[in-house]
Structure formats: C-alpha cells, structure tokens
C-alpha cells in the first residue's frame, strides 16, 4: 500500500477545518471496518462526525433519512461490523457523559476503556491509517481551537501506534 501522509493546521476563522477528514477517515472504516480501532483523548464529547442531511451518505450509514451522525453512533455501528473498540480519556465528568452513551450503543459489543489521569495525547487509530496531534474530540477541537493534526494513511505507522497504545494501556 503506497504511505501517504498530511499535515493539517486548522484554523477555523480562516475557513480551514479537520471536519472532513475526519469524516472521510471515518466513512473509509465504515466501508472496512478495522480489526481494532484506537480513539485516546484527553476529553472527548459526542460531535458531529458525518452531516448526511444532503444524503450523500445514504448507502454507507444504511439509513433512510437525512440528518448527521454523531461520533458515539460511528463507533457503535463499527463495534457492531466486528471492531474491537479501545478508547482512552482522562477520568473527568465531561468524558462521562460521551463514555456512558457510548456504553448503551455498544451494548455488549468489544469495548474497552482505559482513563489515565495525566492523558494528553491525541490520536484516532485504525488498521492502516491514523489521525494524531493537537486536537481533542470536542466541538472546541473541531471548531473553535487553531490545531495541528496529521492524518497517514501508513500500515506501519498505524501497527506501531496500536502496539504502543495497547502496551501503554492493557499493562
């Protein structure tokens, strides 16, 4: 698989944005979904990942009406397709409430959860590819704050960083 790589600065008052790809990192897994899926953020909340009110995405989310999807129902719908779900936050209210309404979408699917209290970094990690930098899976992250993210599409990178994670978290 040919590596690609690129460096994203967000700068929303500019009209440059991390929201597409995000969405287009997670419609790919949508189409195949990874083996295990990596989501480590310090805080996390249950933002618009795919707006689907234009039903571009009709035949990917599987659904017969148009409006947007949220970041619990993405990861709910790939623990369901066979992801095994690892997500890591710091143990802080704000987190809770994302936690718990993503417990009741998996239900008894694969989903593990690791909180560290001194948790900083940010990454978003499939089988081939990985987001990773400054930006929090917020609304402020995705909407308010200037970041810097890279987004590969490296099957290297992404084994590499599932075994880091999976060695910093599952010991």
């Known amino acids: 698989m040919t590596m690609w790589r690129r460096m994203i600065r967000s700068n929303p008052r500019a009209g440059v944005r991390i929201n597409d790809v995000l969405s287009a990192a997670l419609v790919s897994e949508l189409l195949d979904p990874s083996p295990h899926l990596w989501l480590v953020s310090p805080w996390v909340s249950d933002i ?7 039903e571009r995405l009709l035949g990917v989310l599987d659904e017969t009406h148009a409006r947007e999807t949220r970041l619990s129902e993405v990861l709910a719908r790939l623990v369901t397709a066979g992801s095994a779900l690892h997500v890591a936050v710091r143990p802080d209210e704000h987190n ?33 590819w990985l987001i990773t930098g400054s930006m929090n899976f917020t609304w402020r992250g995705l909407e308010m704050n200037d970041e810097a993210v890279t987004y590969a599409v490296d099957p290297a990178a992404a084994a590499q960083a599932r075994l880091d994670l999976e060695h910093r978290w599952s010991a």
Do not use: A, I, M
Request: with cysteine; aromatic share 8%; net charge negative.
């Open 48 to 54: 618009v990942v795919l707006d689907n009110r234009d």
């Open 96 to 128: 809770h409430q994302f936690v718990n309404g993503l417990h009741r979408l998996v239900g008894g699917g694969s989903f593990d959860l690791y909180e560290g209290p001194d948790l900083h970094e940010k990454t978003l990690c499939g089988h081939d």
